[in-house]
Structure formats: structure tokens, C-alpha cells
């Protein structure tokens, strides 16, 4: 491993997010353990929460933005996150959160299709990644109980042991999603809903991968920080809004497709618009002194 390797590992933000991740874990179980189904908005706005934290006491090198007026029931709990990983180059990931409920299944993979909307969240995540060069996971919030002699011995795509409870958040590719989310039962009546056993841990990776890892910039599209400023007019720093207050004003005024049109020289705007994609939530993070 060489020293900038260690130096990342070791970094502030890697520790947050494997933080991050075992506090979700943990709360899924607590909840599971009462029958409890929390939803995936609820979850991001407490990681939003600990990112903004650990931004103003540990490290100033996270933004957080969100958009009011867009009702989450509605659109979801989708994140940009913009890795910074030369001066002024950023990687872009599309990421769409879902949540393990007490039934130990995903339940919402399939939502948002219907007869007028004619396409699945997939779809627009791999049409967003062909012509943006964006890499899109689901971002799945997980928690299992384990029994103490329980074994647990798996690697990351870096080579580093990782703790079961790291798949607290974990990121799945959309070909796997969009092949569990179409399976049927034997008589092929039915969608059958994933459980987490069928995508963990063989077909997912600790969400930590995305700050722990010196990422790969090679046949990547990189963005420079002013495209990430400017390609969506409703991003505000979350600090300054109130979601909950704000949703009915705004979300009559403007329908999301009309955030990118001011934009139509913007590589994310151009690309957003393309595939339908309008997130509700971005997280920018800058290089720090410390790698």
C-alpha cells in the first residue's frame, strides 16, 4: 500500500463513512427489532446530518445542498455526490437510496413505474451513466442481527477487510438491481422482492469505497467544481433551508425539468435532463490537506 493509499484510509472523511454506515446498521436493527419499518428519507437526512457535523467540528471539506419544495414521498431520497479526486476534478456518482425492511426484503425497488410512466428508476440510471460517464449505484440501507459467534470475513474492491456492519450503507451496480427487481416467481405471476442474502455480501461493496479508495480516474468523465455549482438552480445549502416548511410553495410553482433549462451548456444539466434525473440531494467533497 503507498503512503497517499494510507494517508486516504486514514483520513477524517474514510472514518465518517464507515461511521456512518455502522450507525445505520444499527439502527435498522433496532427498529426491525420492534417492527418498524423506518423510510429512506429519514435515513439520509441523519447522514446529512453527521456529514454537516463532522464538516463544521472535524473537517470544512464536505458541501451539502438539497432542494426545497419536492416532496420526497414523490421523488426519493436520490443523491449526486461529486468526489474530488485531483485539484478542481471531480468524479460524479448518481446514487438512488433504498431500504431493508422487517421482512428482511427490498420493497421499493419498483416503484415509480406505471402506465404513465412507463419506465423503471433503473432505466434513467443507466441511460444517466451512458451519457454523462457517471458511475449510478443504489445506495441500500441495511441491518442484520448477528450472533456473536457469527463469521464474517469479506474484502472490498481495495483489498481491505470491512465488519458486516459497514453494509450499513452499501452500493449495488443497477445491472443487479434491475435483474433481482424483475424476478418473478416460479409460475411468473408475481414479482418476487430481493432479500438482503441475495445481493449481500457477493454483489454489493461498503459505501466507504467511494472516500477510503484512491478511485480509478482513468475512461472516466471528470467535472470541474463550477459545472457541479451551476447545474441545477435549486440546490441550496440544506443549512439554509427547511424542507418539511417549503414543499408546498415550491412544489407548485415549478415542475424539476424546468431546474436544468437555464442550463443547457452544463455537461450534468445537459445529461440530468437526458436521462430524467433529478436528484433531491448532493454532496460535494473536496480534497483535504491530510491526503
Same mark, same amino acid.
Given at each position: 500500500?503507498?503512503e497517499a493509499e494510507q494517508n486516504l484510509i486514514n483520513s477524517g472523511r474514510c472514518?465518517?463513512?464507515?461511521?456512518?454506515?455502522?450507525?445505520?446498521?444499527?439502527?435498522?436493527?433496532?427498529?426491525?427489532?420492534?417492527?418498524?419499518?423506518?423510510?429512506?428519507?429519514?435515513?439520509?437526512?441523519?447522514?446529512?446530518?453527521?456529514?454537516?457535523?463532522?464538516?463544521?467540528?472535524?473537517?470544512?471539506?464536505?458541501?451539502?445542498?438539497?432542494?426545497?419544495?419536492?416532496?420526497?414521498?414523490?421523488?426519493?431520497?436520490?443523491?449526486?455526490?461529486?468526489?474530488?479526486?485531483?485539484?478542481?476534478?471531480?468524479?460524479?456518482?448518481?446514487?438512488?437510496?433504498?431500504?431493508?425492511?422487517?421482512?428482511?426484503?427490498?420493497?421499493?425497488?419498483?416503484?415509480?413505474?406505471?402506465?404513465?410512466?412507463?419506465?423503471?428508476?433503473?432505466?434513467?440510471?443507466?441511460?444517466?451513466?451512458? *451519457? $454523462?460517464?457517471?458511475?449510478?449505484?443504489? +445506495?441500500?440501507?441495511?441491518?442484520?442481527? =448477528?450472533?456473536?459467534? %457469527? /463469521?464474517?470475513?469479506?474484502?472490498?474492491?481495495?483489498?481491505?477487510?470491512?465488519?458486516?456492519?459497514?453494509?450499513?450503507?452499501?452500493? *449495488? $451496480?443497477?445491472?443487479?438491481?434491475?435483474? +433481482?427487481?424483475?424476478?418473478?416467481?416460479? =409460475?411468473?405471476?408475481? %414479482? /418476487?422482492?430481493?432479500?438482503?442474502?441475495?445481493?449481500?455480501?457477493?454483489?454489493?461493496?461498503?459505501?466507504?469505497?467511494?472516500?477510503?479508495?484512491?478511485?480509478?480516474?482513468?475512461?472516466?468523465?471528470?467535472?470541474?467544481?463550477?459545472?457541479?455549482?451551476?447545474?441545477?438552480?435549486?440546490?441550496?445549502?440544506?443549512?439554509?433551508?427547511?424542507?418539511?416548511?417549503?414543499?408546498?410553495?415550491?412544489?407548485?410553482?415549478?415542475?424539476?425539468?424546468?431546474?436544468?433549462?437555464?442550463?443547457?451548456?452544463?455537461?450534468?444539466?445537459?445529461?440530468?435532463?437526458?436521462?430524467?434525473?433529478?436528484?433531491?440531494?448532493?454532496?460535494?467533497?473536496?480534497?483535504?490537506?491530510?491526503?
Amino acid at each position: 500500500m503507498t503512503e497517499a493509499e494510507q494517508n486516504l484510509i486514514n483520513s477524517g472523511r474514510c472514518i465518517l463513512f464507515e461511521r456512518i454506515a455502522s450507525e445505520v446498521w444499527n439502527r435498522i436493527i433496532r427498529a426491525h427489532d420492534v417492527n418498524v419499518n423506518l423510510r429512506e428519507e429519514g435515513v439520509t437526512y441523519d447522514i446529512l446530518v453527521d456529514i454537516l457535523r463532522f464538516s463544521k467540528y472535524h473537517s470544512g471539506n464536505f458541501d451539502v445542498y438539497a432542494k426545497p419544495g419536492y416532496d420526497e414521498n414523490k421523488y426519493g431520497s436520490d443523491i449526486d455526490v461529486f468526489v474530488e479526486t485531483s485539484k478542481n476534478q471531480y468524479r460524479w456518482f448518481a446514487l438512488q437510496a433504498k431500504i431493508l425492511k422487517s421482512n428482511n426484503r427490498y420493497n421499493t425497488l419498483r416503484d415509480g413505474y406505471s402506465t404513465t410512466n412507463p419506465s423503471y428508476q433503473w432505466d434513467k440510471l443507466k441511460l444517466l451513466e451512458g *451519457v $454523462s460517464g457517471c458511475r449510478a449505484y443504489y +445506495l441500500l440501507y441495511n441491518g442484520k442481527p =448477528r450472533s456473536k459467534d %457469527y /463469521v464474517f470475513n469479506i474484502t472490498d474492491h481495495c483489498s481491505r477487510p470491512y465488519t458486516e456492519d459497514q453494509l450499513g450503507c452499501s452500493l *449495488v $451496480s443497477v445491472q443487479v438491481i434491475e435483474r +433481482l427487481g424483475l424476478k418473478r416467481n416460479v =409460475r411468473g405471476t408475481r %414479482y /418476487v422482492n430481493p432479500t438482503y442474502e441475495d445481493i449481500h455480501p457477493n454483489d454489493s461493496e461498503p459505501w466507504r469505497t467511494l472516500v477510503c479508495c484512491m478511485l480509478d480516474k482513468a475512461q472516466v468523465t471528470l467535472y470541474e467544481k463550477a459545472e457541479i455549482s451551476n447545474y441545477n438552480s435549486k440546490f441550496k445549502p440544506i443549512s439554509e433551508i427547511s424542507l418539511s416548511e417549503d414543499i408546498q410553495d415550491y412544489e407548485v410553482d415549478k415542475e424539476p425539468s424546468d431546474d436544468f433549462n437555464e442550463n443547457t451548456d452544463n455537461r450534468i444539466a445537459v445529461a440530468s435532463m437526458k436521462a430524467d434525473w433529478n436528484p433531491t440531494f448532493k454532496i460535494v467533497i473536496n480534497r483535504s490537506d491530510s491526503y
